[in-house]
């Protein structure tokens, strides 16, 4: 079975730098998505941003980016020039390649962000 | 446009009581999913409706939980008794088609309280 590791709780980062979240995951599937999903407090969880396994290429939105290692399983999220607004739990999940329910993301535990102005 | 909406936000319920979570979903997804927090632990997966058949069950922790979604539209997610160990946050989430493109938009969630 599938598993994703968040391995920081909590994190925070001085408004304006650079910030990378860690997640790690296990899978013997060879294609496959990952994702981060940013959740405010009290607000619904949005996307924030999606790889695909079998790009080599990492996804960047904006100030968003990742480094996904497939070979290490690896896959942080790098958030660049912080914001208050960046401040929110982070959700790292995984989804399978090509079938069963294409919802059925399977997530990590969160971290937790905190933005200090 | 509409997001997903779900009732209540919170709910504080006695054990061996009942609650009824009821999600929205963004008009003309077919899909909807039921996901549940409890604290500390991942968001774990529920079920799936693709319109008003249960694509997904696998994830229903027992038969004490029961989901509808009676003309496709709106999902009710009954929890009858509540047991201590329901305690958590709910999710919703619809997507407009399933496949390699899929898009999910989530609710805030109902937080649930079993005391």
């Known amino acids: 079975a599938q598993t994703v590791t968040q391995s920081q709780p909590e994190m925070s980062v001085q408004e304006a730098e650079t910030v990378t979240l860690s997640c790690t995951y296990d899978t013997s599937e060879s294609d496959y998505y990952l994702f981060w999903y940013k959740q405010p407090p009290s607000r619904q969880m949005i996307l924030v941003i999606r790889q695909e396994a079998y790009k080599q290429q990492n996804a960047t939105e904006n100030r968003f980016s990742v480094n996904f290692q497939k070979a290490a399983k690896s896959f942080s999220l790098k958030i660049s020039d912080s914001q208050l607004g960046d401040a929110a739990m982070y959700f790292c999940a995984y989804r399978r390649f090509d079938g069963g329910s294409q919802g059925n993301l399977i997530f990590g535990k969160g971290t937790k962000l905190s933005v200090k102005p | 446009e509409a997001g997903v909406t779900q009732f209540p936000s919170h709910s504080v319920i006695e054990k061996g009581q009942t609650v009824t979570l009821r999600c929205d979903p963004i008009?003309?997804?077919?899909?909807l999913y039921w996901y549940r927090r409890v604290m500390g632990k991942e968001i774990k997966f529920l079920l799936h409706f693709v319109k008003e058949s249960k694509q997904d069950e696998s994830g229903m922790p027992n038969n004490r939980f029961l989901a509808e979604r009676t003309g496709g539209t709106y999902s009710t997610l009954k929890v009858q008794p509540a047991e201590l160990e329901d305690s958590g946050v709910y999710f919703c989430a619809s997507s407009q088609r399933a496949g390699t493109s899929e898009k999910l938009f989530f609710g805030s969630g109902t937080q649930l309280s079993v005391l």
């Open positions: 008009s003309g997804h077919d899909n």
